[in-house]
């Protein structure tokens, strides 16, 4: 498995700012992704964090609006910008370790924007 | 488009009873299915299925996976209190390793 840590563990927002989630892995992992969960939803794939290049990011999801950071192995940051109260969520850090290539969560971080 | 089903969405048992979780995917490039356990922020591992008919085993959870049919099941014996939580069902595709995630069934065991 892995120990994945995620700063901070929960924020409380005002509208039109910006927060950046740190996600820290204790190894190397071949992929890391981030997550959002809205209330009462399931999970929804935001962006493959890719090392040394551009995330990739699903429909519905864009780079000004969540920029994405990896600048190693083991460390990513998801910055969500210009918030709305649309955007309080659950936001969880996702990483495949190497061989069996099981996925883990971080422990999430609870945003709240008002 | 993918698609991730589970059923039953919610479901309240007694203590010792057992449970069978069912989740149905159409999800391209498959490569496996993960399952995870929900209670508060984070979901926890439980299982990844790779191989048809191969069952999984951890104390009284139990999975299996039919690639034939496009569908998984989760079994839970015995059934205790703490098994109370959401359970995610999760196929992963082969071209990026990312999981497409099911509505979850939410299980509520009563003492």
């Known amino acids: 498995s892995a120990v994945i840590s995620q700063k901070p563990s929960r924020d409380i927002c005002q509208r039109g700012t910006s927060l950046t989630i740190q996600c820290q892995v204790d190894s190397q992992v071949t992929m890391m992704f981030w997550y959002r969960q809205q209330p009462g939803q399931s999970l929804t794939l935001i962006a493959t964090a890719n090392q040394g290049s551009e995330a990739t990011y699903e429909s519905g999801f864009v780079i000004d609006k969540f920029p994405i950071s990896r600048p190693n192995l083991t460390f990513s940051t998801l910055t969500v910008s210009n918030m709305s109260p649309e955007d309080s969520s659950i936001y969880l850090c996702s990483v495949e370790t190497r061989g069996p290539y099981e996925q883990y969560f971080g422990p999430g971080t609870r945003l709240t924007v008002t | 488009e993918d698609k991730v089903v589970q059923s039953p969405l919610s479901l309240v048992v007694h203590e010792g009873d057992t449970v069978t979780l069912n989740c149905s995917y159409e999800?391209?490039?498959?490569?496996?299915l993960l399952w995870y356990k929900q209670e508060k922020k984070a979901p926890t591992f439980l299982f990844m299925l790779?191989?048809?008919?191969i069952e999984k085993k951890s104390g009284r959870l139990s999975s299996i996976l039919d690639k034939k049919e496009l569908f998984s099941i989760l079994n839970i014996t015995a059934t205790q209190t703490g098994d109370s939580a959401v359970y995610l069902c999760a196929p992963r595709r082969d071209n990026n390793n990312d999981m497409r995630f099911g509505a979850g069934t939410r299980l509520t065991v009563k003492p």
């Open positions: 999800v391209t490039n498959f490569r496996s």
């Open positions: 790779t191989s048809s008919g």
